[in-house]
């Protein structure tokens, strides 16, 4: 068995994204000089006897081994500095517990939720963390977060645990003065291929983007410009409008997949406190459900 060091994990994280894999600037980033750097890599190479890049006149290039510890790697480290994290907040009683959320998602379910967990005797305080797009798994798996309110099947929910907490349809966001915005009800196929209004492109769990010929977006605050001036339209959950503009309209599109939101935390977190909010929220599925108004 090889026992691999965290510091040789970092340096051949730090070479593989680097631009073109160069090993100057990924020195540069590490703040070392380039011959230890490589010497690293290339010991590395030989305890795990495989070959990691591919040198030649014209660059380098991961291997398909180089391509499985990057991968690997990335996760391990995150992995290490949550650790770290979670230990140092654990030895603050008074910490509140940080709940991730992307910015306007499941707004009345959120604050349902944090009053009824500030309701509960000796509760502990919820810090929210507003995010972009995609950015809920990775707050969670490096420790910037204890628990996240997701959206399946859209969310990456790999390595975590989860309760169920609303099923919801989704609607189209227009821009006001666009004749879809005067519907009552749209299909995918009436949103899908409008020639004056692309939709917008999200990025996928990998980060790339589907092809199309919508804008690329991933923060809100983009999104809801790029509509209101009539350059794009989403199909978005029913509860995330808290967002929405007076420039928009939102038109039930009745035949998207149906969404659900869950409240997830990462699998073996033995955290008293995610349990008790985790109570909380299954507390309130049996509820009215959030108003979409």
């Not at 999200?202 to 977006?217: A, H, I, Q, S």
Request: charged share 25%; glycine share 6%.
């Amino acid at each position: 068995m090889v026992d691999l060091e965290t510091r040789e994990l970092r340096y051949f994280v730090a070479v593989a994204v680097a631009e073109e894999l160069h090993f100057g600037r990924a020195a540069d980033r590490l703040g070392i000089a380039q011959p230890p750097l490589s010497r690293a890599i290339r010991l590395l190479e030989r305890r795990l006897g495989v070959q990691l890049l591919d040198r030649d006149r014209r660059g380098v290039a991961l291997t398909e081994a180089g391509r499985v510890l990057h991968r690997e790697a990335a996760a391990a480290l995150d992995a290490v500095a949550a650790a770290a994290r979670r230990t140092r907040r654990a030895a603050d009683p008074k910490r509140p517990l940080v709940l991730v959320t992307k910015a306007g998602a499941s707004h009345e379910l959120l604050r349902r939720l944090l009053d009824t967990q500030a309701e509960e005797p000796g509760a502990v305080p919820v810090e929210v963390l507003l995010c972009e797009v995609g950015e809920q798994a990775r707050l969670l798996r490096d420790g910037h977060a204890d628990v996240a309110l997701m959206h399946r099947p859209y969310d990456d929910l790999a390595g975590c645990d989860t309760e169920d907490l609303h099923v919801e349809g989704q609607v189209a966001i227009l821009p006001a003065g666009h004749p879809l915005a005067s519907r009552e009800q749209l299909t995918l196929a009436d949103v899908s291929d409008v020639p004056d209004l692309p939709i917008a492109r999200w990025p996928r769990l990998d980060g790339t983007y589907p092809d199309g010929p919508g804008p690329e977006v991933r923060t809100q605050s983009k999104l809801a410009q790029l509509v209101a001036l009539g350059r794009t339209l989403l199909v978005i959950p029913a509860s995330s409008r808290a967002w929405q503009w007076p420039e928009h309209v939102a038109v039930p599109v009745v035949d998207a997949p149906s969404v659900t939101t869950v409240l997830a935390w990462p699998s073996g977190s033995n955290s008293l406190a995610v349990a008790a909010l985790v109570r909380s929220a299954a507390a309130l599925r049996d509820a009215a459900p959030p108003s979409h108004a």
